[in-house]
């Protein structure tokens, strides 16, 4: 492979990480929902939201499955 | 609101257009602020998206410490903005103080085609397949080994991130120290059957905006 090829190459790769973790890593928020009907509440849910990449979540669950 | 980053409450929303909108804001609390745009739209989360958002923060990252967030978070109004900021702030505070100075980089070793490999000896038997799967995962917990000794004086924290191909490290590096780190990883690379190495960053410090010992003591 050629140097421009190789850094090119490279670059790509390295886009991919770095996109991976813009979805995958950083500060995640955390939120309260509160269901009602007509101004009544009926149901609290502490919500955590988790956004990540398929294959994080899929080791994640595949990693409780077995410590379960 | 699209969120981008939690940062000092003395920081500035960088010039410049977001995602959606011709400008960033600063949302400020008494410990933290927090980069925003108001983005009526909802966001598709596509690559290009999800590449600009990347850039936005990378180039916030140069001017002041910052913990981004997690593309795509957003919340309604201001308001919760704020609750959250008020709700967080004592912790964002103390991270940003020791993220001071720091950025994340990713090593990636990836050797050529693992799954030719592995597809070659699953034609030939299962005990084969098996072999050779075992081989390809020893040989990546090898390459972690090497690399975490290889970056010890270097990485204040390391993580092992997960992989489809090869192996994956985020090392969290003082500035001045990402040269050294990158030339004595690409200098490993030359000196042995490595593969493809790959140094990605310095970027903003994805995988440590929360100190993991510190959470699990």
Redesign the interface.
């Known amino acids: 492979m050629s140097d421009a090829m190789e850094r090119w190459s490279n670059d790509q790769v390295a886009l991919v990480d770095l996109i991976d973790r813009v979805i995958g890593g950083g500060v995640v928020i955390s939120g309260d929902v509160v269901i009602g009907i007509a101004g009544v509440d009926l149901v609290y849910l502490g919500l955590r939201l988790v956004l990540a990449p398929a294959h994080e979540v899929e080791e994640s669950v595949a990693l409780r499955r077995r410590s379960a | 609101m699209l ?1 981008y980053a ?1 940062v000092p409450p003395d920081a500035t929303a960088p010039d410049g257009k977001g995602l959606a909108s011709p400008r960033l804001e600063t949302i400020r609390s008494a410990l933290a602020a927090m980069i925003v745009e108001e983005c009526p739209d909802r966001l598709h ?1 596509t ?1 290009e998206e ?2 600009t ?2 850039e936005i ?2 180039r916030l990252a140069t001017t002041t410490p910052l ?7 957003m ?1 309604t109004t201001r308001s919760a903005v704020l609750a ?1 900021l008020q709700a967080n702030e004592t912790g ?1 505070s103390k991270r940003l103080a020791e993220l001071r100075g720091l950025s ?1 980089v ?1 090593i ?1 070793a ?1 050797w050529p085609d693992p799954n030719g490999e592995l597809d070659a000896a699953s034609r030939r038997s299962g005990t084969s397949y098996l072999e050779s799967r075992a081989a390809a995962l020893r040989r990546g917990d090898a390459s972690i080994a090497e690399i975490s000794e290889l970056v010890r004086d270097w990485a204040r924290d390391l993580k092992v ?2 992989s ?1 191909q090869g192996i ?1 490290i ?1 090392c969290l590096v003082a500035d001045a120290d990402i040269p050294l780190l990158r030339d004595a990883v690409l200098g490993w690379q030359q000196v042995g059957d490595h593969g ?1 190495v ?4 310095p ?1 903003p410090p ?2 440590f ?1 929360v100190d993991q010992e510190a959470e699990s003591a």
């Open positions: 969120l939690v989360g690559n999800s590449r958002f990347a923060l990378c913990l981004p967030i997690r593309f795509p978070t919340l959250e964002w994340e990713v990636r990836k991130l997960p489809q994956r985020a493809q790959v140094v990605g960053g970027w994805f995988s905006v």
